[in-house]
């Protein structure tokens, strides 16, 4: 990318001179003998950074600076001055100057200041951009699935979002409980703050309170250095604490002080620090039956249960099953390099008559498999693990379906096969055959009960 330099100096030798550098470095350059001719080239030629002299006729370079601002122009200004007076660099930088240089300039400040700032905007756009990309990614609308279950779940999350309130996930394991923590995040107030998540089950009593508090330097065996815990580095935004039912006892009472008071100690330290953090935390435990039995504090389980949320399991939502499917089948085509774009007939039938126990994550796991797998551009029963293949689907066409079956088959074999052609879409499907998707969600329910139903081994 060549970066566009605009040069505003009434000295004609100093612009000529700073052209000549700047072409020969591999810049777009465009010269103005005084403030007004710059503010004019401003518009016109939109550089990524100006080299402004300060004093100048008719209109000087802090002026300028002020003019080009209010006008919303972004691109970098770099102040130079002859007099070097801390007052004007301090004036500069105060209206929006990223830099100033001294005269006479030194060549290489000139380009090495200027690649600087030109780095340090792309890093800032850059960040911008992923920033953008991670809110898309997270925000409701993009989480996969339209069943009345999860739209029930939006619901919630979607008001609750926007307050400092703690939320509760519950859910069985792979229902993607820390996507939709992310999305809280991502939805809240705090989306410009970091997203800081821990997942409780995974470290031991010690390491846990030294990875949620910090810890001092010798505080304990292998404490070489300060740190800084995760609420520390979650001030201002999100932190997750994924599987909050496995916290000891003792953890579960310095945490309740947290969420009371916001403050705490670091591991080995008398410091007490404050931070505002919003708490997001999940579990696949029963919380409710862990207080009765005596393993979760009671006080500790109300501080966390503000809004609760329910996750839905698969099997209970198998109407956005073609919808995910569809979803995994472009995201791990594109990861693998190939050519997969939809299912064969058959597969989606497969696909709806087993009960997920692994849920989303055990979903994406099969597809990915059978993407890496598949000889085809479809997916075939065959591409599936073998305990999900089930009886081998009958080949037939609609037209030799209709001769002896009932209304009740017809309509299955439409409602599948038109899935498998809109890419699993029960919107779009709704819109082929002219039913309500409602109809279509309740269909595939009763189809997957149906299958359910007929695989398992009879008692005569």
Not at 58 to 69: P, Q, S
Not at 189 to 211: D, G, Q, Y
Not at 267 to 287: C, E, I, S, Y
Not at 352 to 380: I, Q
Request: aromatic content about 6%; proline content about 4%; hydrophobic content about 40%.
């Amino acid at each position: 990318m060549t970066h566009r330099i605009l040069i505003v100096d009434d000295e004609r030798n100093a612009r000529d001179a700073l052209k000549s550098l700047l072409t020969d470095e591999g810049y777009e350059v465009r010269e103005a003998s005084d403030g007004e001719e710059g503010l004019e080239a401003l518009a016109e030629f939109r550089p990524d950074a100006v080299l402004c002299d300060v004093r100048m006729p008719k209109m000087d370079g802090l002026t300028l600076l002020k003019r080009a601002r209010e006008d919303g122009h972004e691109g970098l200004f770099l102040m130079m001055t002859a007099f070097g007076s801390i007052e004007t660099a301090v004036e500069a930088m105060r209206r929006g100057a990223e830099d100033y240089l001294t005269k006479p300039l030194d060549v290489g400040a000139v380009t090495a200041r200027l690649e600087k700032v030109l780095e340090k905007r792309q890093l800032v756009r850059d960040n911008q951009m992923l920033r953008e990309r991670i809110r898309e990614k997270y925000q409701f609308s993009h989480i996969v699935g339209d069943s009345p279950e999860l739209q029930a779940v939006f619901d919630v999350v979607k008001r609750a979002a926007p307050t400092r309130a703690t939320v509760l996930i519950l859910g069985e394991s792979g229902t993607g409980k820390e996507l939709i923590a992310q999305a809280i995040h991502e939805e809240s107030p705090r989306r410009a703050k970091p997203f800081v998540k821990v997942n409780c089950a995974a470290l031991s009593e010690t390491l846990l309170e030294s990875e949620l508090f910090g810890h001092e330097k010798g505080s304990f065996t292998g404490a070489v250095g300060r740190r800084e815990g995760r609420f520390e580095l979650a001030d201002g935004g999100t932190l997750f604490l994924d599987e909050i039912g496995d916290i000891s006892p003792g953890l579960q009472v310095k945490l309740l002080r947290v969420l009371q008071q916001r403050e705490f100690e670091r591991v080995g330290g008398t410091t007490t620090l404050k931070v505002d953090v919003r708490v997001v935390a999940a579990t696949n435990k029963d919380l409710t039956a862990e207080v009765k039995g005596s393993r979760f504090r009671e006080d500790l389980y109300y501080r966390l249960n503000v809004v609760s949320v329910t996750l839905p399991p698969l099997r209970k939502r198998k109407s956005d099953i073609p919808a995910l499917v569809a979803h995994f089948i472009e995201r791990y085509s594109e990861l693998h390099g190939k050519e997969v774009r939809g299912l064969a007939p058959g597969t989606l039938n497969a696909l709806l008559s087993y009960d997920w126990p692994g849920n989303v994550r055990e979903l994406g796991n099969v597809v990915e498999r059978a993407v890496v797998l598949a000889r085809g551009t479809e997916l075939t029963a065959d591409d599936l693990p073998p305990t999900m293949r089930g009886p081998r689907p009958r080949d037939r066409s609609p037209d030799t379906l209709i001769p002896g079956a009932t209304l009740y088959e017809i309509e299955r074999e439409a409602i599948l096969r038109t899935l498998e052609m809109v890419d699993g879409s029960t919107s779009r499907a709704a819109d082929v055959l002219g039913i309500s998707v409602r109809k279509i969600q309740y269909r595939l329910k009763e189809y997957a009960q149906q299958d359910a139903d007929a695989s398992r081994p009879s008692n005569n």
